[in-house]
């Protein structure tokens, strides 16, 4: 093992390298067939056909993808081979190319194994895919819970001080005690932690800080609750010194004040007699 190229939690697509063993590079590629054999010119199957797409996605090929190993796949593959810097000789060693399920994705190698002046014998379980969108889950208990609906928001402190946002789309309870694990999205479905997926540690599982919004902070203008009139169509109003009344809409309420909006900084208003 040479040199390693890729961090933990890096995400990766199609061609990278991950390492090189002997200075030779060892990329990623997708695919459901292991490497399992070398392959040159006059080989066919599956794993031409797997060989050819990753060509193809690259731009060193753009012929029929048949899964056979003919002139112009060898001439792609020379190709990839000297922007690779290697010899282009059109051969692929089995240990060239690493095949996962879908590309791009977030990996994780084994750090006793993949490591410069490791010996790496063939056959070895190295590396790891990971979502490239994390889990993120909150556990509190059931009391905890009744006062965290679906769609609270939660504040998450990421492992370079980040702050980013999630909301509450699933409470999960537990059925060996009475605590329930709060489930939580992104943005109109997209990761909570975006392009700062990879700082986080490659772990089953990480721990960080996070505050369950359950008032959001509003700032506006404020009256005593009591001001407010209730009228008979459901709307609300408050009533200036001149009597006269101002339909306003209130945003929240706390402790006896209301923000509200509809109304003037600087009015006036009158608390209505009971």
Request: aromatic content about 4%.
């Amino acid at each position: 093992m040479t040199t390693v190229n890729v961090g933990p939690g890096q995400e990766v697509t199609e061609g990278s390298v991950l390492y090189t063993v002997n200075l030779r590079p060892v990329v990623i590629a997708q695919g459901i067939v292991p490497a399992f054999q070398s392959l040159s010119r006059g080989s066919s199957g599956t794993d031409v056909t797997q060989l050819q797409t990753m060509l193809a996605n690259l731009g060193f090929y753009r012929y029929d993808v048949d899964g056979k190993f003919d002139w112009v796949t060898q001439q792609a593959v020379e190709a990839w081979q000297e922007s690779l810097g290697l010899k282009d000789d059109g051969n692929v060693r089995t240990a060239d190319i690493i095949y996962v399920p879908s590309l791009p994705t977030r990996v994780s190698l084994d750090a006793d194994k993949v490591k410069r002046g490791a010996t790496l014998g063939g056959g070895e379980d190295v590396v790891r895919g990971l979502p490239s969108s994390p889990t993120f889950t909150v556990p509190v208990t059931a009391t905890q819970a009744g006062l965290i609906p679906v769609g609270t928001r939660v504040e998450i402190t990421g492992p370079d001080g980040q702050i980013w946002d999630g909301f509450v789309v699933e409470q999960v309870p537990s059925t060996k005690d009475d605590s329930v694990t709060l489930t939580l999205g992104g943005t109109d479905g997209k990761s909570i932690c975006g392009e700062d997926c990879a700082s986080i540690p490659v772990s089953d599982q990480a721990l960080l800080r996070s505050r369950v919004v359950t008032v959001e902070n509003v700032a506006g203008l404020t009256v005593p609750s009591a001001a407010l009139l209730s009228k008979a169509d459901g709307t609300l109003a408050v009533i200036d010194n001149e009597n006269v009344e101002h339909p306003v809409t209130v945003i929240t309420s706390a402790r006896g004040i209301s923000v509200i909006e509809g109304i003037s900084q600087g009015m006036r208003v009158r608390v209505p007699a009971k």
